[in-house]
């Protein structure tokens, strides 16, 4: 496999070649028509809500979403680009193996987290949050909590981890993130951004470019979480380059049959052209390079100097660098290889992350499984 990051630090790049995994929900059979319709986040979570911190002069609302009522809090830490309902497939699945509570939160300028400075996405004001977002909801004697991130998630959650912003931490779970691996990703990362769409007609055509280009390899989950990368916009525009870059990199498989019907409805696309709902990107990804490095630059040693039961999930073992390669050799941390995901293994396998981190959970007497679940 070839060494790639796909960080969702960014958004991940298409698939190597095999399609979709053998686990996923997407339907292939001939003739069959794909639903790319969105579904709902009350599907997967129980409440959604807005934890109001206040700062100095205005205040910060950080959007959740929860589910369960009692055992250890899982607190969920999206990549870059997405945002909490990445991780909705993922909560349904968890929740039936083991006694837990989820949060899974929208970081700063993702989702619908609202921040006076969404501009500032460092690594230290990130981990902040987390904690006070923590404190928010718990006061001073939170629960045991286990933090969860995935690629630009994951590494915040390192720094949330060293920091203490979480005194009643239990164990840390970062899901395929490695400093070595990220940083060679940096480079090419912004050719990559300009390759994506920048526009879509509808959240539907979203949904299906993220399935068709394997940033998301579930259908499921790319139905429930796409929304939480793209938002609705108003254009006031007839010009036809807009009109062409709304599709701009979705697969069609069906051709315009007649010149002429193509006309007429061209001439109806153009009277609503001027006011047309579109959809585009939640968060201007390639303006927040000059975080990237501040993101992964010495996590590994980070990492492995946290004083917690640690986990870290990889879509390939390739991606381990040479500190971690050490850190494994030494019995450090816990790590398992999931094959056949892209880079958003928690949302194209969310059953084989939940049993990994249910299994190493119980492992260490954090939790137990439910009661009926055969593991």
């Not at 987290?113 to 969404?118: A, C, F, H, L, M």
């Not at 979480?166 to 090419?188: Q, R, Y």
């Not at 630059?297 to 040479?322: E, H, I, M, N, W």
């Amino acid at each position: 496999m070839e060494k790639q990051l796909h960080l969702n630090l960014l958004a991940s790049r298409p698939p190597m070649a095999g399609g979709f995994q053998s686990g996923s929900k997407m339907k292939m059979g001939p003739g069959r028509k794909k639903d790319f319709s969105p579904l709902s986040w009350s599907q997967y979570f129980e409440t959604m809500e807005d934890v109001e911190v206040e700062n100095e002069n205005a205040s910060s609302f950080y959007q959740i979403y929860c589910s369960g009522a009692h055992g250890p809090v899982l607190l969920l830490l999206h990549g870059g680009g997405h945002s909490a309902l990445s991780w909705a497939v993922f909560t349904a699945v968890i929740c039936s193996r083991i006694n837990c509570r989820v949060v899974a939160m929208d970081l700063r300028a993702h989702g619908d987290t609202k921040v006076k400075s969404p501009e500032d996405l460092s690594a230290d004001t990130m981990a902040k949050d987390i904690g006070k977002v923590v404190e928010m909801l718990y006061g001073e004697n939170p629960p045991p909590i286990m933090i969860i991130g995935h690629s630009m998630g994951g590494a915040i959650a390192v720094h949330t981890a060293v920091a203490n912003h979480i005194p009643s931490l239990l164990g840390l779970c970062v899901i395929d993130v490695v400093e070595g691996t990220a940083m060679d990703a940096l480079n090419s990362m912004q050719n990559f951004l300009r390759s994506r769409p920048k526009t879509f007609k509808s959240l539907e055509n979203a949904i299906e470019w993220s399935v068709k280009s394997g940033q998301i390899r579930n259908i499921e989950s790319a139905r429930v979480s796409m929304g939480g990368q793209v938002k609705k916009c108003e254009e006031t525009t007839s010009s036809p380059a807009v009109s062409n870059s709304i599709g701009e990199g979705i697969i069609e498989e069906e051709e315009d049959e007649e010149e002429e019907s193509n006309k007429k409805r061209m001439k109806e696309d153009d009277q609503e052209m001027k006011k047309e709902s579109i959809f585009t990107w939640r968060v201007e990804l390639s303006k927040t390079e000059k975080y990237w490095d501040g993101w992964f630059r010495g996590l590994s040693a980070l990492f492995l100097t946290c004083p917690v039961p640690k986990l870290l999930l990889l879509a390939g073992v390739d991606r381990l660098d040479k500190d971690l390669t050490i850190g494994q050799m030494q019995g450090k941390f816990q790590m398992q290889v999931l094959p056949q995901c892209g880079h958003a293994v928690h949302e194209d396998a969310p059953e084989k992350v939940a049993d990994a981190l249910a299994t190493f959970m119980v492992r260490h007497k954090f939790t137990e499984f439910k009661d009926g679940y055969l593991c």
